[in-house]
């Protein structure tokens, strides 16, 4: 770092106290008398709050967000067609004549294991090596490690696998790096399939070719619940990976195909945070310029191009909490089924919504005590209690008893692969077994979960953005290529300060809405504090629409005293920093100094 890099994360800072000491400054205007709180004056236009029936902003800014997420999201083809070893098998490439062999490129399907490689030349054996297919190794291409002395002259090539596996396609390269053509290859038995999808071989293996971190086993776990298999990731539920299959059986098994739905679904948080906004604070500069803050916050957008399944969890999330908040304004019961309608389906996709939902229980709690206060003052006790037990019965089927369901049918995939049959085998005592014993385990496994990661971070690191973590890394001669997850510097310093600000104002004001924003944020954040297994940043991904919700009360803050140029800046800041840091989050090949000298704020970023 030098003395130019240190300026940067400075400005920041200088730029998030600005915004709060100037934006905040001056008294509240009253925009229903129309005159201030300490003067008579009259209410400045701006400050009255504006909703249209016209939704352009938000329609635009959702096509060029997709337009963004979309470009270079990875390769729409990838080798489809599979050869499936059984342990001890071998296969042998003969070339139509000898070949000076450099290299053995291959792209690896299901199932883990390793081959035996023979390099041959006239029945002597030349060289020796290995192709791994490991856990992480899944559909990646990768090299065979070759071990041979002087030049590897080749006639044939044996593959011999040492268990179940599938392998797409294999490639040979010459010591003057051309690749052996295939129609001059003969291969035995019936595994011509290794060498039908030549030009589908790519020069070296990126990202945007192949799987990257937990890809590995998501799209995995994804292929094999189509293909009726038990699958090799069962430390989440299903749901996640079932949503992400439906990529895969669109576009294909190919790296777009796998990332398609995460995609998709950060697209569509827009115009549902839109709606949000515009409920929380019925103006709709504050919903387009925080739904824009939100679009381009660095974990949205690295996090929902990733194919896992933490995307399908913030998703409910948001639509949980937009629900009940309409119930708890409105009190439309409606609401609060959908509420417990999207809290099943995100419990059934990933455990991070068991935390949301006991926000939302908090907030229950506190609506029906706050009811009853207010009854116990207008003497109305009695219609309260009948209006309260009528709502506990009305909670327990759509909090409990509706996502129970849901939750249990998400396991057909695993009732499927053990052979069983629906609709009869939701009711057998095998399938409610399978369910029974994977919540066991899931929860077993994160438990006791003890490992190391160069990337991890702890929760109070999230706080002020201490540790990103790095999905995808390769260097160049002078480049650098990653893809982190991390949020924006001024959305996660200027929405904490938010958060905090709230917290005053619902202990001060008794302020229901700060009061709904910061249990909301709470109860994604502490329950990290309290858990010891490995973490990442990715985890705070969904306090991040939290912060988006504080932030948006102090935008509204902010109208109420005639500053929206505050609002207006932060926005633009926030656009403005997603272009300079777009190469650190898509994986753009830019030069190492761009990265370290530029995008490196602080030492412990992995930039």
């Not at 070893?85 to 299901?110: C, H, K, M, N, Y």
């Not at 069983?420 to 899931?442: C, H, R």
């Not at 109208?559 to 800041?573: D, E, I, K, S």
Request: hydrophobic residues 50%; neutral net charge.
């Amino acid at each position: 770092m030098n003395s130019m890099t240190y300026a940067f994360p400075i400005l920041a800072v200088l730029f998030v106290l600005a915004f709060f000491i100037f934006g905040m400054r001056g008294p509240v205007l009253d925009v229903d008398s129309k005159k201030s709180r300490i003067g008579k004056d009259e209410v400045p236009p701006a400050v009255a709050a504006r909703l249209s029936s016209k939704p352009w902003a938000i329609l635009l800014l959702t096509v060029i967000y997709a337009a963004v997420a979309f470009w270079n999201l990875g390769d729409k083809v990838a080798p489809e067609s599979w050869y499936a070893f059984q342990p001890g098998e071998s296969v042998t490439f003969t070339f139509a004549a000898e070949e000076p062999l450099d290299r053995i490129f291959f792209f690896s399907g299901l199932n883990t294991g390793e081959y035996t490689v023979t390099v041959s030349d006239n029945d002597v054996v030349t060289g020796t090596g290995t192709m791994s297919q490991g856990y992480n190794d899944i559909f990646k291409w990768r090299d065979a490690e070759l071990t041979y002395e002087g030049s590897l002259w080749a006639k044939t090539v044996t593959l011999t696998a040492d268990s179940n596996t599938e392998l797409a396609e294999v490639a040979f390269y010459r010591t003057d790096g051309t690749r052996i053509d295939a129609d001059s290859i003969t291969v035995s038995g019936k595994a011509q399939p290794l060498l039908d999808e030549q030009a589908l071989v790519p020069e070296a293996m990126t990202y945007d070719n192949s799987t990257y971190f937990d890809e590995i086993y998501h799209a995995r776990t994804a292929l094999e619940h189509m293909r009726g298999m038990w699958p090799y990731e069962i430390s989440h539920p299903p749901l996640g990976k079932l949503i992400l299959s439906i990529g895969i059986s669109i576009f294909g098994l190919n790296p777009f195909g796998w990332r398609f739905m995460g995609t998709l679904f950060g697209v569509l948080m827009l115009p549902i945070l839109w709606v949000f906004l515009r409920k929380l604070f019925h103006d709709d500069r504050i919903a387009i310029c925080g739904t824009t803050v939100f679009a381009f916050d660095f974990m949205h957008f690295a996090q929902t191009r990733i194919a896992t399944i933490d995307t399908y969890g913030v998703f409910f999330i948001m639509l949980m909490y937009l629900f009940f908040w309409l119930w708890m304004t409105d009190g439309k019961k409606r609401d609060l089924a959908l509420s417990g309608l999207f809290f099943g389906l995100g419990a059934a996709s990933k455990w991070i919504c068991l935390y949301a939902g006991a926000g939302l229980g908090v907030l229950w709690l506190l609506h029906w005590i706050g009811a009853g206060s207010d009854a116990k003052k207008h003497h109305a006790t009695g219609i309260f209690w009948k209006s309260f037990w009528k709502n506990v019965g009305f909670c327990l089927i759509w909090f409990v008893l509706v996502p129970v369901v849901i939750y249990y049918l998400s396991y057909t995939p695993y009732g499927i692969a053990e052979g069983l049959k629906a609709p009869g085998m939701y009711f057998s005592s095998e399938y409610a077994k399978i369910v029974w014993d994977n919540q066991t385990f899931m929860f077993t496994y994160h438990a006791g979960l003890v490992a190391e990661h160069p990337y991890s971070s702890q929760w109070w690191q999230w706080l002020f953005d201490i540790r990103p973590i790095l999905y995808y890394l390769n260097y160049g001669d002078n480049t650098v290529t990653s893809i982190a997850a991390f949020s924006s510097p001024i959305l996660a310093w200027a929405g904490l300060l938010s958060v905090l600000y709230l917290g005053w104002r619902w202990i001060r004001n008794k302020d229901r809405r700060a009061m709904f924003i910061v249990v909301g944020y709470l109860a994604q954040l502490l329950p990290w504090v309290f858990i010891t297994r490995l973490t990442f940043a990715y985890h705070y991904f969904p306090s991040i629409l939290f912060l988006v919700l504080a932030l948006c009360a102090v935008f509204d803050e902010m109208r109420r005293r005639n500053h929206l140029v505050w609002m207006y800046a932060f926005t633009g800041l926030s656009v403005l920093l997603f272009a300079v840091y777009y190469p650190a989050l898509s994986g753009i090949e830019t030069s190492r100094n761009y990265s370290w000298k530029i995008l490196k704020w602080f030492p412990s970023w992995p930039l």
